[in-house]
């Protein structure tokens, strides 16, 4: 079984040139960065709400003086936007690998379609139309690699960061029911949500 899967990957490798074997590399350094940060994920809390992980250390970390409400919520803005950043950190990777993924596909067909119509000038009169057929699918396989690269960090990255969106919210709302009592303000989630955003 793994001898085969070798066997048809060496194979797409042959047809596809580097512009595949660039795509192989890119989806093994998506899918790294999507396992660390799904465990980066669980190791600090997000999405299990504002009651565990960094987002609790930072709010019971509070020390609300009266009269200094709007300097206790800037300071732990800025932290929490800190904590935040950090979290996301390495995500771009998705996100770049979803945009260049598909045009890396499109610059293999472009090469193949290329050396394709190279090989039917140089046969000539004596042209076989199959060579011309043969040469098209190869090269319009890379463009199937870059579709199924990017397909998938798209999707990842849109979890990633809708989970640390509502991870925000959450974070925003129980910084407001820290701060100001136990009733959030609509504003606090307004507020979140362009944070998260």
Do not use: Y
């Not at 029911?177 to 998260?196: E, K």
């Amino acid at each position: 079984m793994i001898k085969l899967a070798q066997e048809r990957f060496a194979q797409l490798l042959e047809l596809g040139g580097p512009v595949v074997a660039v795509l192989v590399g890119l989806s093994i350094l998506a899918l790294a960065v999507a396992i660390w940060k799904a465990i980066v994920f669980l190791m600090v809390g997000v999405g299990r709400g504002a009651e565990q992980g960094f987002v609790a250390e930072i709010l019971d970390s509070l020390r609300v003086v009266s009269g200094q409400t709007e300097t206790v919520r800037a300071d732990a803005t800025a932290r929490l936007d800190a904590a935040f950043g950090e979290v996301a950190r390495g995500l771009r990777v998705l996100d770049l690998t979803a945009q260049l993924a598909p045009l890396l596909g499109l610059f293999g067909t472009i090469l193949g379609m290329i050396e394709a119509f190279q090989q039917l000038q140089a046969a000539g009169s004596t042209a076989d139309p199959s060579l011309l057929a043969g040469g098209i699918w190869v090269a319009l396989m890379t463009t199937a690699v870059g579709l199924c690269v990017a397909i998938p960090a798209s999707v990842l990255l849109a979890w990633f960061d809708a989970s640390l969106m509502r991870h925000r919210l959450a974070a925003n709302v129980a910084l407001e029911a820290r701060l100001g009592g136990s009733n959030p303000t609509p504003s606090a989630a307004r507020q979140a949500l362009q944070h998260a955003g």
